[in-house]
């Protein structure tokens, strides 16, 4: 099963049900729609969720609208957003930088 590590922040908000989607660059694991995923707590390593993969879409940064944001965190602003994605992967985040944007179902928890 493919796994994806999220900041333990987020864990309750993906259990909650508010949190939907992720996005994702530089995907490295093709992910697509169908596909099961273990999501993990980044900070202990435990399994949090399973979920199955329901809409894969891709754009920049500088595309990302507001109805992105319905099953994300949101930010204060764009310049906090390209931001944090630099610090998940490096300074090479900037615009035009292409996002991958995955909307999950979760299956168990």
Request: hydrophobic share 35%; proline share 1%; charged share 35%.
């Amino acid at each position: 099963m493919k796994k994806l590590k999220f900041a333990e922040k987020l864990v309750p908000l993906i259990l909650s049900g508010e949190k939907t989607s992720t996005w994702r660059l530089f995907d490295d694991k093709d992910l697509s729609v169908g596909d099961k995923v273990e999501f993990i707590n980044s900070e202990t390593g435990d399994n949090f969720a399973d979920v199955k993969i329901i809409s894969v879409g891709e754009k920049t940064f500088a595309d990302i609208t507001e109805a992105d944001f319905e099953t994300h965190e949101t930010y204060s602003s764009k310049d906090e957003m390209l931001k944090t994605y630099r610090g998940y992967y490096g300074e090479i985040v900037d615009k035009n930088t292409k996002v991958k944007i995955i909307k999950f179902k979760l299956i168990q928890n």
